[in-house]
């Protein structure tokens, strides 16, 4: 008897060990919020990141929210304002061509290399007139970038047309 009932919980073990095995392998593998970290090997979290962080889209879509609260500052004559997110447009551009350097050489021609320093200056005279000007150049050196990189397109939405600089005084 004794034997009998060591065979029959030997078996019943068993049976339940191989059954609860056999559950867990069946089980759809559950979702993690590891997404880079579960990547199989460097190559693919790489992969995942270039995919993640985009192209020059993105900086661009930041450039506008930026040029925006530029415009909505100058208004406003905040010209603290105007210069953070003159330096912050900077900065999101030459982040966004780390992603593009293809789009480099326009982005500097057109705004960078000498035309946001005098944007710049406008803005640091803090003189009503001087900083539309300079908000002028900036929208035409946009503008100009985008139909050099074949994307003109982008010229032709309430972004540019709802910023244009009051009529000089």
């Known amino acids: 008897m004794k034997r009998y009932a060591l065979a029959s919980l030997t078996a019943i073990c068993l049976v339940g060990g191989l059954g609860y095995a056999h559950a867990q392998t069946d089980q ?24 993640y962080l985009r192209g020059f889209d993105q900086p661009m879509w930041e450039v506008g929210e930026r040029y925006q609260k530029l415009y909505d500052a100058l208004k406003l004559e905040n010209y603290d304002m105007a210069l953070y997110q003159w330096d912050k447009i900077k900065v999101t551009i030459q982040s966004g061509y780390l992603k593009r350097p293809a789009r480099k050489a326009n982005a500097d021609a057109f705004l960078l290399d000498q035309n946001w320093a005098v944007v710049d200056a406008a803005f640091k005279s803090r003189n009503k007139a001087k900083a539309w000007d300079g908000f002028e150049l900036a929208r035409n050196s946009c503008m100009s970038c985008h139909e050099a990189e074949k994307v003109g397109f982008m010229n032709n939405q309430p972004l540019f047309h709802n910023t244009m600089p009051p009529a000089k005084r």
């Open 28 to 51: 759809p593998r559950r979702s993690s919020n590891g997404w880079l970290l579960n990547a199989p090997n460097d190559t693919e979290r790489f992969r995942l990141l270039q995919q």
